[in-house]
């Protein structure tokens, strides 16, 4: 038995094929409990983040790049108040092992509320009161959209997943 959450058909097909499997269950999962915000034609990205964040709920805040990871949680905590600043941080595949840890177990015990961050953040990490997922520019994949999108809301509780695709004017 294979189990995956989010494969394309390519994915499924080269799974069944690697693994001698003749037949698959596909579970259309619809999650109830996430509500789909647009934000794309928000008057300023910067602002509507900083009204998410000021809820001071976990927020993933993903991005397509590393150094946009960096400059949008910059950017972040240049317009936070000193209580919320410390509690935003970024995420990628390039930091060191130590630093991911850290800031996943901060994440986990709410040290850290906001991560801007790259799907990196996302396989094998389950926290259950992530309550806003914000997509600052579109997914690679409709796979990728949902596994994103997935984070949000777990546990069956309530959450958000925002559309707000990045323009730079």
Same mark, same amino acid.
């Given at each position: 038995m294979a189990v995956t959450a989010t494969a394309n058909d390519y994915t499924a097909q080269t799974i069944? *094929?690697? #693994?001698? #499997? %003749?037949a698959r269950v596909i579970d259309n999962h619809i999650r109830e409990n996430l509500q789909l915000i647009d934000l794309r034609q928000a008057e300023s990205k910067i602002d509507e983040l900083n009204r998410i964040i000021k809820k001071? *709920?976990?927020t993933l805040v993903?991005?397509? %790049?590393?150094?946009m990871v960096v400059k949008l949680a910059g950017e972040l905590r240049n317009a936070?108040?000193?209580?919320?600043?410390?509690?935003?941080?970024?995420y990628h595949g390039g930091l060191p092992i130590v630093d991911r840890v850290k800031i996943e177990n901060d994440f986990r015990e709410g040290t850290l509320k906001v991560i801007v961050t790259t799907s990196a953040f996302g396989e094998g990490i389950d926290v259950p009161d992530i309550?806003?997922?914000v997509l600052y520019h579109l997914s690679f994949s409709k796979e990728e959209h949902n596994q994103l999108a997935g984070r949000a809301g777990r546990a069956?509780?309530?959450?958000e997943v925002m559309i707000q695709t990045y323009n730079p004017n």
């Amino acid at each position: 038995m294979a189990v995956t959450a989010t494969a394309n058909d390519y994915t499924a097909q080269t799974i069944m *094929e690697g #693994l001698n #499997l %003749s037949a698959r269950v596909i579970d259309n999962h619809i999650r109830e409990n996430l509500q789909l915000i647009d934000l794309r034609q928000a008057e300023s990205k910067i602002d509507e983040l900083n009204r998410i964040i000021k809820k001071g *709920e976990k927020t993933l805040v993903y991005v397509n %790049s590393r150094q946009m990871v960096v400059k949008l949680a910059g950017e972040l905590r240049n317009a936070a108040d000193d209580t919320i600043k410390p509690t935003i941080c970024y995420y990628h595949g390039g930091l060191p092992i130590v630093d991911r840890v850290k800031i996943e177990n901060d994440f986990r015990e709410g040290t850290l509320k906001v991560i801007v961050t790259t799907s990196a953040f996302g396989e094998g990490i389950d926290v259950p009161d992530i309550r806003h997922v914000v997509l600052y520019h579109l997914s690679f994949s409709k796979e990728e959209h949902n596994q994103l999108a997935g984070r949000a809301g777990r546990a069956d509780k309530p959450g958000e997943v925002m559309i707000q695709t990045y323009n730079p004017n």
